[in-house]
C-alpha cells in the first residue's frame, strides 16, 4: 500500500516536473537566441538595435520604424537618411568599431549584427540576430523572419509576393535572349568584382548577363588587368562610389575592350547591391543595361 502510495506520488511529481520543463522551453524561446544566433521566429521584440542598415530599412517599410531604438550609421545618400537621422548611432557602419556601451545603455531586447558580432553580443547577454550575405531567396527569408518577429506576417508576404512578380516580368522577357553579354562589374577599384555566391551575381545572371567572374571560386574576387581585357566585356558596371565610367575609358589597354567602344560603361547606384527588395531595382535596372530594345519601351 505503502509502496503504491509511492509509486503514485512519483509519477505525479514526474509530470509536474516535465510539464514545468517543456513550458520553460517553450517561454524561453522569447528570451533566448538559438545556436546560430538568430533568435527564435515567436520573439517579439519591443526594443531593436540595427548594427546593420538593411534590417532597418526593411523594418521601416513593415511601418514599425518605432521600435528601433538605435541604428548603425546612415549615409546621407541613402534614401532612408531622414527615417533614422534622430536614431542614438552605435555603429559607424559596415567593418567600423561598435559602442557596446551604448548598445547595452538602450536596454534593447534584440540586436541585428553581422554574423562576426554574434558571440560577442551574446556574451554580454544579448538577444542577437546574426546576418550574413543573401541571395534573393535569402533576402525574402530574411523579410518573412522579421515581419514574423513585428506580427507584420501579411505586410511582409505582400513585400515578398511583390518581388516574386517583378523577377518574373524580367525573366520571362529574357529566357528566349541567345547571344547574352559578357559582364564585368567593378565594386570600388580596378578587378576587386563579385563571383557566385554573392548578391551582385545573381543579379547579373537573372537580368540575362554572364558574369566574366563566374567561375572564379570566392564569391569576392580580385581580377588581374589582363584577364580583364582578354575576357573583352560587352558591358562594364561600376559602383557609384568607385571608379568614374569616365575614367574607365583612360585606362591603358581598354581602348579596344568592346564596352568602351560602344560606350556601354553604366554605373550602379550601391544600394542595388543591399540586402532589401531595393534590389530588385537593381535587377531591372541591368535588365534594361543588358537589353535596352526589351526593357526601354
Known amino acids: 500500500m505503502i509502496r503504491t502510495k ?3 506520488l512519483f509519477r505525479l511529481l514526474f509530470t509536474v516536473g516535465y510539464i514545468f520543463s517543456i513550458a520553460g522551453i517553450l517561454g524561453g524561446t522569447a528570451a533566448q537566441a538559438s545556436a546560430e544566433g538568430e533568435p527564435s521566429s515567436c520573439t517579439y521584440p519591443r526594443r531593436i538595435v540595427c548594427l546593420e542598415t538593411y534590417p532597418a530599412e526593411i523594418l521601416c517599410d513593415l511601418g514599425e520604424i518605432d521600435r528601433i531604438v538605435a541604428v548603425s550609421k546612415f549615409q546621407k545618400y541613402n534614401s532612408y ?24 545603455g538602450v536596454n534593447p531586447d534584440l540586436v541585428f549584427c553581422s554574423y562576426g558580432q554574434k558571440d560577442l553580443l551574446k556574451a554580454r547577454g544579448l538577444n542577437v540576430y546574426g546576418t550574413r550575405t543573401y541571395d534573393i531567396e535569402g533576402i525574402m527569408e530574411l523579410i518573412t523572419d522579421i515581419g514574423k518577429m513585428v506580427e507584420k506576417e501579411k505586410e511582409a508576404k505582400n513585400i515578398v509576393d511583390e518581388m516574386k512578380a517583378r523577377i518574373q516580368s524580367i525573366e520571362v522577357k529574357v529566357k528566349e535572349v541567345k547571344n547574352k553579354p559578357l559582364v564585368y562589374f567593378e565594386q570600388s577599384s ?3 568584382t563579385r563571383s557566385k555566391g554573392s548578391l551582385t551575381h545573381e543579379l547579373i545572371t537573372r537580368a540575362g548577363g554572364i ?52 560606350g556601354k560603361i553604366f554605373q550602379s547606384k550601391s544600394y542595388y547591391t543591399g540586402y532589401t527588395q531595393r534590389c530588385l531595382d537593381g535587377l531591372e535596372e541591368y ?11
Open 6 to 8: 509511492c509509486f503514485r
Open 81 to 104: 537618411y531622414n527615417f533614422f537621422k534622430n536614431k542614438p548611432v552605435v555603429s559607424g557602419g559596415i567593418g567600423s568599431n561598435i559602442n557596446l556601451e551604448m548598445i547595452l
Open 190 to 192: 580596378l578587378g576587386k
Open 211 to 262: 558574369n566574366i567572374a563566374k567561375d572564379e571560386p570566392v564569391p569576392f574576387p580580385i581580377l588581374s588587368q589582363e584577364f580583364i581585357i582578354k575576357k573583352n566585356p560587352d558591358i562594364i558596371i561600376v559602383e557609384e562610389w568607385g571608379t568614374r565610367p569616365s575614367d574607365v575609358k583612360e585606362r591603358d589597354g581598354w581602348k579596344n575592350i568592346k564596352a568602351v567602344k560602344s
Open 287 to 297: 535588365a534594361k543595361f543588358f537589353y535596352p530594345e526589351l526593357f526601354n519601351k
